[in-house]
């Protein structure tokens, strides 16, 4: 009998060990590939970046010049038709993250990795405020080398500024997957609600103090 139970645990220690390699090599190979470019649609350009939970990075990046909409949705995982609640089990791979659709004539690729650094807590490891586990780790997104030059050049910058290691990663872009329906502009639509209230709007205004140059004119808080 002890045989026996010795022998299944031994199967399963290597069952688990096996699950945990072969997620991280998929992972790998999210990390490893090659960019997608995405290309200009009416003029517009995207960009997409992962950093806690996305209803509070739609509501920052909305607040600032020459951002047309921010999309909330899943990205930097390896599996398909990502689901809010697949991705909260952390085994998809996927964060929380935002497509940006901006004005390349009123704002900068660049400026836009400034509001993102700005807007959060640089040295969080996975997750920012409340809002824990690997599906709200801090991702920014990369189409081309100049857009990896300016990510790589400004967490160094800011790693030595804060002197401390910045938790965001660095993505080669590959797909965005749409959020559900009832996450798109949540911030917005639910202003009474108890996260928006206590997490969402404090960090919207952290971030509008830091960088009040780059706001809308019509800015609500």
């Known amino acids: 009998m002890k045989k026996i139970i010795v022998f299944l645990a031994i199967t399963v220690l290597f069952s688990c060990n096996n699950s945990a390699q072969n997620i991280n090599k998929k992972q790998q190979t999210v990390i490893d590939a090659d960019p997608v470019v995405v290309p200009l649609k009416d003029g517009k350009a995207r960009a ?55 004005d390349t004539n009123l704002v900068s690729f660049e400026t836009l990795v400034d509001v993102y650094f700005a807007s959060q807590n640089p040295t969080q490891v996975n997750g920012q405020g409340p809002d824990r586990g690997s599906q709200y780790r801090s991702i920014i997104f990369y189409q081309n080398d100049e857009q990896k030059k300016i990510i790589e050049e400004k967490k160094a910058a800011l790693a ?20 559900e329906d009832y996450h798109q502009n949540y911030e917005r639509l639910h202003p009474n609600q108890r996260y928006i209230l206590g997490v969402s709007v404090p960090r919207l205004k952290r971030f509008q103090a830091k960088m009040p140059e780059v706001l809308k004119k019509n800015t609500k808080y």
Do not use: M
């Open 48 to 102: 997409y970046f992962a950093s806690g939970c996305f209803w509070c990075v739609e509501a920052v990046y909305e607040s600032v010049e020459g951002v047309e909409e921010s999309i909330s949705g899943y990205s930097g995982g390896y599996t398909k038709n990502p689901t809010y609640e697949a991705s909260n089990t952390g085994r998809t791979g996927h964060a929380e993250a935002v497509e940006i659709i901006y």
């Open 160 to 179: 030595k500024k804060l002197d401390a290691k910045i938790a965001a990663e660095v993505y080669p872009f590959q797909k965005f997957w749409i959020a």
